[in-house]
Structures are given as structure tokens and as C-alpha cells.
């Protein structure tokens, strides 16, 4: 779950759908942005966040491949090092986000995450295997599909801290 900084920007989560305004105004006195006046967009804490002992870093984040097909997985690799002074377990999370669908996407969907354990100093390279089963969605004929297209990756300690990367679907 998010929370807010206040009462005013609920509700609040991490899937929300585009707005099709942009969030930050080059000029302060630009008129069709979303902005609050007093608190930013974001939430106080974003979906996944957790707090620890510890402190990850998250690097090299790298794709297999550029294309994924029905037949053909990609494998989403991130390196997270543990750069704190103690031993410490961190949740990778994987998150996509669809481009141009059928029907209006989310801004992000957790697709995956993987626990890890690190000892001070050490890194781990962390592996996802996504296929295209996971980006299958309900359209508004109700049939449960993918769309071909442009898609995103973001991994990372939670919704809004992550690397990124893309793909793209081909049937």
C-alpha cells in the first residue's frame, strides 16, 4: 500500500492510470499540470517500501533481449549490492508497464519480486524471467490477451525508486 502526505491525495496508489497532464510545470505558471500547491504528487511512502538496517544500491540493470515473442521469455538481470554495515534482506520488485493497450493501462504493475539476503559489502545479481503470459490483460471484449507494442521495465526497492528499461512484443 502507499500513504499519503495527507488526507488530500487520497486516494493514492501505485497502478493509477495516466492523467495526461504532466506532473512536473517547467514554468510555474503553466496551467494544465497535476500539482498539489503544498505537498508533492508522490506518496510519503510508495507501494513496497520497507525500511531496514541496512541500504541496497541497485545497478547494471540489463535485458536479454529487445524483442520478446509468445514463444521467447525475456530475462530481466538487476546487480543490488548491500552498502551498508550489517546483513540485510531486500525485496527486488518488477514492475511493467504497458504503452499502448486495447483499453487504458496502469502506469505500473508489479509482475514479480525476489527476496534476498546480503551480508555487508556483498552484491547479488537478481534474475527475472518475464514471458508474455505476464502481460496478458482483460479487453473490453472480455477476452484475456496481449497487445504487441512498446513496453516498460522498472526494477527496484519499490514503485517509484527503480532503474529502467524496454522491450518491445511480437507475435
Given at each position: 500500500m502507499s500513504f499519503p502526505?495527507?488526507?488530500g491525495q487520497i486516494p493514492v496508489y501505485y497502478n493509477h492510470f495516466n492523467t495526461g497532464r504532466p506532473k512536473p510545470a517547467e514554468d510555474t505558471d503553466e496551467q494544465y499540470v497535476s500539482k498539489y500547491?503544498?505537498?508533492p504528487n508522490a506518496p510519503l511512502l510508495p507501494f513496497g517500501y520497507g525500511l531496514s538496517y541496512t541500504t541496497f544500491t541497485y545497478s547494471s540493470l540489463e535485458l536479454s533481449s529487445e524483442v520478446m515473442t509468445v514463444a521467447k521469455s525475456?530475462?530481466?538481470?538487476?546487480q543490488v549490492c548491500n552498502t551498508g554495515e550489517v546483513k540485510g534482506?531486500?525485496?527486488?520488485?518488477?514492475?511493467?508497464r504497458d504503452i499502448s493497450g486495447e483499453v487504458v493501462r496502469p502506469m505500473r504493475e508489479?509482475?514479480?519480486?525476489r527476496r534476498i539476503e546480503l551480508a555487508p559489502g556483498?552484491?547479488?545479481q537478481v534474475v527475472f524471467e518475464l514471458g508474455e503470459e505476464q502481460l496478458r490483460y482483460y479487453h473490453s471484449d472480455l477476452s484475456f490477451s496481449s497487445d504487441t507494442g512498446r513496453f516498460e521495465i522498472f526494477v527496484g526497492p519499490n514503485s517509484?525508486?527503480?532503474?529502467?528499461?524496454?522491450?518491445?512484443?511480437?507475435?
Open positions: 502526505y495527507a488526507v500547491l503544498d505537498i525475456i530475462k530481466v538481470t538487476v534482506i531486500e525485496t527486488v520488485q518488477l514492475y511493467v508489479l509482475k514479480d519480486f556483498e552484491a547479488a517509484c525508486d527503480t532503474l529502467q528499461g524496454g522491450f518491445r512484443l511480437d507475435k
